[in-house]
């Protein structure tokens, strides 16, 4: 084939020879650079779009969503501790009433007492040994030579850290014990949910005191010999972790107000 151009048609360009601005075989191309900058062009409007649609309105650099699950933690405990509240004086109104004419013997009524105050749901008092944990304060360095700088979880109380306590207390012949204002029973669960202590329904900030009913000397006995709290001395020692172990003299606990309910227990055949 011929390499000469037409002349009705203009010069034409074989492949490989380079395209000559404002010929006919160039007309309508873009520039590579023409392109890139339409590519950026477009791109950045994507992106004001996306964060427009994201934001509607709002301040994307706070997590609103956080905090809004954080006020309704709190103000779902607070309902709780208003309902156990109102739950106590019915179930007292109830109790009153039953005792002016229940027509059982007085045996009964001393082994129905005995089942109450074992199952926690009557007040109790006696001596007490009283807990408190707590964080070390966010600066906290390594107090003793040898140990490393601590990391965040070092600096916290765990869920372990509270089990082991309520678990020495109850070792220790504690007979009644409560956490903070709440009273355990057999089905109470001491959990922490990041930072925060979750029980039964509400939510507490550290520092966590837990509060026995028993001999005092025993339960500051098992309290000592614990495994568990040998460990967390440890971290007590080095990283400056909250402990206090103190007697309170004669206190009443109070009686848990809670349902008593079993939802996932079954008898053991």
């Known amino acids: ?73 709190q103000d779902r405990s607070r309902k709780n501790k208003e309902l156990e509240e109102g739950n106590s004086g019915v179930r007292d109104d109830v109790e009153s009433l039953a005792e002016r004419d229940d027509g059982s013997t007085k045996a ?18 006696g001596e007490a040994v009283s807990v408190t944990l707590d964080d070390a304060p966010p600066n906290a360095t ?9 990391q965040p979880n070092d600096l916290v109380i765990h869920q372990q850290d509270l089990q082991a306590v309520v ?12 956490v903070m204002d709440q009273r355990l029973i057999s089905t109470s669960a001491v959990r922490c949910v990041g930072n925060t202590l979750i029980l039964q329904g509400r939510v507490y900030s550290p520092p966590y005191k837990i509060t026995a009913v028993g001999d005092p000397e025993k339960m500051k006995h098992a309290v ?6 040998q460990n967390y001395m440890l971290y007590v020692n080095a990283y400056g972790l909250g402990w206090k172990v103190e007697d309170d003299g004669a206190v009443t606990l109070p009686a848990y107000s809670g349902t008593v309910d079993l939802h996932y227990a079954k008898p053991v055949q």
């Open 1 to 73: 084939m011929s390499n000469s151009a037409d002349p009705d048609k203009g010069p034409v360009n074989a492949p490989g020879d380079p395209v000559v601005p404002g010929s006919g075989s160039g007309r309508g191309r873009f520039r590579p650079v023409r392109l890139l900058t339409v590519g950026v062009f477009a791109l950045a409007g994507l992106i004001f779009f996306t964060s427009f649609n994201t934001a509607k309105g709002t301040n994307i650099r706070t997590d609103a969503s956080l905090l809004k699950l954080s006020d309704l933690i």
């Open 108 to 125: 009964e009524d001393e082994k129905l007492d005995r089942l109450e105050t074992a199952s926690g749901t009557k007040k109790l008092k």
């Open 142 to 150: 390594a107090k003793l030579p040898g140990y490393p700088e601590p």
């Open 167 to 178: 678990n020495a207390l109850w070792h220790g012949g504690a007979e009644g014990i409560k």
């Open 224 to 229: 000592a010999a614990s495994p568990e709290i």
